[in-house]
């Protein structure tokens, strides 16, 4: 695979790469580039996981070696399940399962927790290096990638430290690619700029979209508007089952317009789905339709699918079956995975019912 190829894999289906120029001369200097993806460990795993295991799974296909980090002291300061640590890392051992299920190579992929590195006197002495090159305005913007806003960080000073400790990871780590959803873009450039200040290598910033949620919401805001277990009504998990997702797609907003009657262009969550999950894991889209309504059909692009659709020779219908079929279809390994390794998740399931109990 030369350099082209593997840009061209490292790059589709994403938002954002800061910079173009920083990956190619990565790709083209370095045998074994190495990147690192971080996670708050807190709760069932929903679809936007498997955009991300793809590109995983694209960086480990271009010759990356990968580090998925559980960021376990982070979620702590975040709040997350109960604020209690050992429910975090119970977490983590069922989402490390849930990533082997979606098809993430075990052999290019190393799992690291933040308390490995929380451990080192050198990582906080990069920390306090971070620290004194960030203002402080600086981090409270940051603090919108753990879901909290600017003033939040007045209720407890623990939140202060979360984007320096992330871009801390980042340098720690000594990745050559921070990866994460667009959602994480401001700890990555807050990471660049520590960079540029400290002379220390700057990581290349890569970001996926984030999928939005199945009832649609405020296009121009992404994050506001994005798949998350907060939102049920919303949100498929990866262990849904086929009825599950069935009866999800039948209220799922669907516009048959590209643009709306001012203009914007309109996210339509179902064909997203299309075009981030179903057609690069299986390929295609195939419609198993009626012969009165055109007959089955499939389509080996997104591109194809988005002109039937939006020329009326695919119905909203029609589109949400093919869907139906394409996600039970896509998740398959994952059901047949935990019917072989119940263990991990069976015992994140007695952590959630006990913190629903406290409630």
């Known amino acids: 695979m030369n350099v082209d190829e593997k840009l061209a894999l490292v790059t589709r289906n994403t938002e954002e790469l800061v910079t173009e120029e920083e990956l190619r001369a990565l790709l083209t200097e370095k045998k074994e580039p190495t990147a690192y993806i971080g996670f708050e460990p807190s709760g069932t795993v929903h679809l936007g996981w498997v955009l991300v295991a793809q590109k995983i799974r694209d960086l480990c296909d271009a010759g990356f070696k990968v580090t998925i980090f559980w960021a376990d002291w982070h979620a ?19 989402m490390q399962d849930c990533f082997i299920a979606l098809g993430v190579p075990e052999d290019r992929v190393e799992f690291k927790y933040a308390s490995e590195l929380c451990s080192e006197i050198e990582y ?29 960080a007045e209720v407890d000073a623990s939140k202060v430290l979360y984007p320096i400790l992330q871009a801390t990871d980042i340098f720690f780590l000594n990745c050559d690619v921070a990866y994460a959803g667009i959602d994480q873009r401001r700890a990555h450039m807050l990471a660049r700029d520590a960079a540029d200040k400290l002379g220390w290598k700057k990581p290349v910033a890569l970001h996926t979209p984030l999928l939005p949620g199945l009832k649609g919401g405020n296009r121009m805001d992404p994050i506001e508007n994005k798949m998350s277990k907060s939102k049920p009504e919303g949100n498929i998990t990866i262990h849904d089952t086929k009825e599950d997702i069935a009866k999800k797609m039948k209220k799922a907003y669907c516009p048959m317009d590209k643009l709306d009657a001012e203009g914007n262009e309109e996210v ?61 279809k896509t998740l398959e390994p994952v059901a047949k995975y935990f019917e072989a390794h119940p263990e991990n998740r069976e015992a994140l399931q007695k952590v959630l019912a006990s913190l629903t109990k406290l409630r």
């Open 268 to 328: 339509n969550p179902v064909l997203m789905l299309c075009k981030y999950i179903i057609i690069p894991r299986n390929g295609c889209l195939f419609v198993d339709r009626p012969e009165q309504y055109g007959g089955p059909v499939t389509y080996n692009s997104y591109e194809e699918l988005e002109e039937a659709y939006f020329s009326k020779q695919l119905s909203p219908f029609d589109l949400k079956t093919g869907v139906t079929d394409g996600m039970a």
């Open 76 to 94: 702590y300061i975040n709040d997350k399940l109960g604020g209690n640590i050992e429910n975090i890392r119970t977490c983590a051992r069922y």
């Open 124 to 152: 906080w002495e990069k920390v306090i290096k971070v620290a004194k090159v960030t203002s402080l305005s600086r981090v409270k913007r940051a603090m919108t990638i753990m879901g909290r806003s600017e003033d939040e």
